[in-house]
C-alpha cells in the first residue's frame, strides 16, 4: 500500500458495501494498522496532511462495542485517530449515531461538523463535544445542508453554523474507475471573489441585525449602567462584590435591577451555591457589549457560565500565586484540551470544572494520565463538596485509573473564590480573638477550676507585662488579618 498507493500519490476506492460488518472491522483493522505501523517505522513525521482516509458509513467501526474488543477499549482506528496526526495523516469518518460512538474517537477528533442528531443519546454525545449547554436545541432545529462546525484550539473559540452545498449523488451505474483530482493549494480570501462576496453579505446582515437590535434596547437607570460597567471591567466578579461599589442599594432595587437588565437581555445572572453561600454570577451579552459601545472579549470558555466563572477562578489563583497558567490549554500528545492548566516547576498540573456533567470526566483522566506522561496531576473542581464526593466514589470503582490515583486531586470552587476566603480568613481570625480573650479571662480568675488543674491559667493576678503582650498580640493578628482581607479584597476586584 505505501509503495503502490501513497508514495505514487494515487486515490483508491476500496468497496467494502457486499461485506459483514465483522469482515468490514477486519478489513479497516488491516488498513489502519499498516499505514500506522508503517509510519511509526519510518517515523516520517510531517507537518502537512499527506494522506487523507475517508471512511463512510463507519457507525459500527467507531462503536464502543468494537473498541471493547480491545486492551483498555483502544481501537487500532482510535490510535490512527491520534497519532497519525504527527505523520501527516488524516482520518474522516462519517457516522450517524455519535452517541454509540468510542470516547477514544470522539476525544482526539479535531474537527466536527455537526448535523440534526437522529437520536437524543447522539444529541446528548454532541452537547458534550461542543460544552454548551443549550446546543441541543439548536442542533434539533438544523435543516438539511445545516450543521455546527467546531474546531479544537482553533482560532474561533465558539461553534459556528455552516452551511453545506448540496452535491447531488451519482445514481448511475457502478463506475469502473474513479477521477483523479490534482491536490489544489489553499488560497486567500482576496483570490476567492465569489466566496469573499458572499462572506461580506453575511457580514453585513449580520451588522445591520445587530444595530437594528440595539435601537429596540430600551434606555436603563443609572445604576443599571453602573453596574454593566463594573461587569465589564470585572469580568468574573460576583455581584456581591459589585452592588457595593454602586453605592447603598437594598435588595428591593437590586431585584429590580436585574429583572430589568435580564428583560432587556443586556446581562446574565446565573446564582451558584458555594459551600453555603449564595453567589450571583453576571455576565453582559453581546447586547451589553453593544449598549456600553464596548468590543465583546474573546476570553470565553467553551462551556457554561458557571463553568467559565470557576474556571477563570483557578486561573487567577495560580497568576497570583506566581505560577505560569492558561485556560484551555492542550495536553501534550493529545488534541484534548483541558480547563485550566498550572505550571509549577516545570510540571503540568490539569484542573476539570465540573459544573452540570460529570459524565465525561473518565475521558478527561485517560486523556491527561493515561494517554499522555507529561500530566504530573489532575485537580477536579466543583462548587459543592457532595458533589466531588460522589465524583470520587466513580473513580475509585473505574479499574483504568487504579494506578494514578495517588495522581487525582478533589478541590471545592470555594477554595478559589476570593469572597469565600476573605470570609475564611474573618472567621479565623475571630476564633483566634476569641480564644485569646478567653484564656485572658480565665487566667485572671483564681476560683475558676480550671486554674487548678492548668496552674499557668490562673492563681496569680495579671501583671502589666502580660497584658502589653497579650494586647500587642491581638493588635498584630487584628492588623494582619485586615491586611489579608485587603489583599484578597482587592485581588478579586481586579480580576478581568
Not at 484550539?153 to 445514481?171: E, K
Not at 476567492?192 to 462572506?199: N, T
Request: charged residues 20%; neutral net charge.
Amino acid at each position: 500500500m505505501q509503495g503502490h498507493l501513497i508514495d505514487e500519490k494515487h486515490n483508491a476506492v476500496i468497496d467494502l458495501v457486499n461485506l459483514s460488518p465483522i469482515l468490514t472491522a477486519i478489513v479497516v483493522e488491516i488498513i489502519a494498522s499498516q499505514l500506522l505501523l508503517t509510519a511509526l517505522a519510518r517515523h516520517d513525521t510531517s507537518d502537512r496532511t499527506n494522506l487523507l482516509l475517508v471512511i463512510d458509513e463507519s457507525d459500527y467501526l467507531c462503536s464502543a462495542r468494537i473498541a471493547s474488543a480491545y486492551p483498555e477499549e483502544y481501537s487500532v482506528l482510535g490510535q490512527l485517530l491520534k497519532q497519525g496526526r504527527e505523520f501527516g495523516i488524516m482520518v474522516c469518518l462519517g457516522m450517524t449515531f455519535l452517541g454509540k460512538c468510542s470516547p477514544y474517537i470522539t476525544a482526539d477528533s479535531t474537527y466536527h461538523f455537526l448535523f440534526n442528531p437522529v437520536d437524543a443519546q447522539s444529541t446528548y454525545q454532541s452537547v458534550r463535544i461542543l460544552q454548551e449547554p443549550q446546543a441541543g436545541k439548536l442542533l434539533n432545529s438544523l435543516v438539511p445542508g445545516e450543521c455546527v462546525f467546531h474546531e479544537i484550539m482553533g482560532p474561533c473559540s465558539w461553534p459556528m453554523l455552516a452551511r453545506i452545498d448540496y452535491d447531488p449523488p451519482y445514481r448511475g451505474g457502478r463506475p469502473d474507475q474513479f477521477d483523479q483530482h490534482d491536490y489544489l493549494p489553499s488560497r486567500s480570501l482576496a483570490d476567492l471573489p465569489d466566496l469573499k462576496k458572499a462572506v461580506d453579505k453575511l457580514l453585513v446582515e449580520y451588522l445591520q441585525t445587530r444595530t437594528r437590535q440595539k435601537k429596540q434596547v430600551k434606555p436603563v437607570s443609572n445604576e443599571a449602567r453602573k453596574l454593566m460597567g463594573l461587569i465589564a471591567n470585572h469580568s468574573w466578579a460576583p455581584c456581591s462584590r459589585l452592588w457595593p461599589k454602586i453605592g447603598k442599594l437594598n435588595f428591593v432595587a437590586q431585584k429590580s435591577i436585574r429583572a430589568k437588565l435580564e428583560r432587556e437581555k443586556l446581562v446574565i445572572f446565573n446564582e451558584l451555591r458555594i459551600g453555603r453561600t449564595m453567589q450571583l454570577l453576571p455576565l453582559l451579552t453581546e447586547d451589553g457589549y453593544d449598549y456600553l459601545g464596548l468590543t465583546v472579549p474573546d476570553s470565553r470558555g467553551r462551556g457554561g457560565q458557571v463553568h467559565d466563572f470557576i474556571a477563570h477562578w483557578v486561573d487567577m489563583t495560580g497568576q497570583q500565586r506566581g505560577y505560569k497558567t492558561r485556560i484551555e490549554a492542550l495536553v501534550p500528545g493529545t488534541s484534548h484540551p483541558v480547563d485550566v492548566a498550572w505550571w509549577i516547576n516545570g510540571q503540568m498540573h490539569v484542573f476539570e470544572v465540573i459544573s452540570t456533567c460529570s459524565k465525561n470526566i473518565h475521558s478527561h483522566l485517560r486523556n491527561c494520565l493515561i494517554q499522555s506522561q507529561e500530566v504530573s496531576s489532575v485537580t477536579i473542581v466543583a462548587a459543592q463538596k457532595k458533589e466531588l464526593q460522589l465524583i470520587e466514589q466513580n473513580i475509585v470503582q473505574e479499574s483504568d485509573f487504579t494506578f494514578v490515583l495517588d495522581h487525582i486531586k478533589y478541590q471545592p470552587a470555594s477554595d478559589f473564590s476570593g469572597g469565600v476566603m476573605a470570609m475564611r480568613t474573618t472567621k479565623t481570625i475571630l476564633i483566634i480573638i476569641i480564644t485569646a480573650v478567653s484564656i485572658n479571662t480565665i487566667r485572671s480568675s483564681e476560683s475558676y477550676p480550671l486554674s487548678q488543674v492548668l496552674p499557668f491559667l490562673g492563681g496569680h493576678r495579671p501583671s502589666l507585662l502580660y497584658d502589653i503582650i497579650g494586647g500587642g498580640s491581638l493588635i498584630a493578628i487584628f492588623l494582619w488579618g485586615l491586611d489579608r482581607l485587603r489583599n484578597l479584597r482587592d485581588h478579586h476586584d481586579d480580576r478581568e
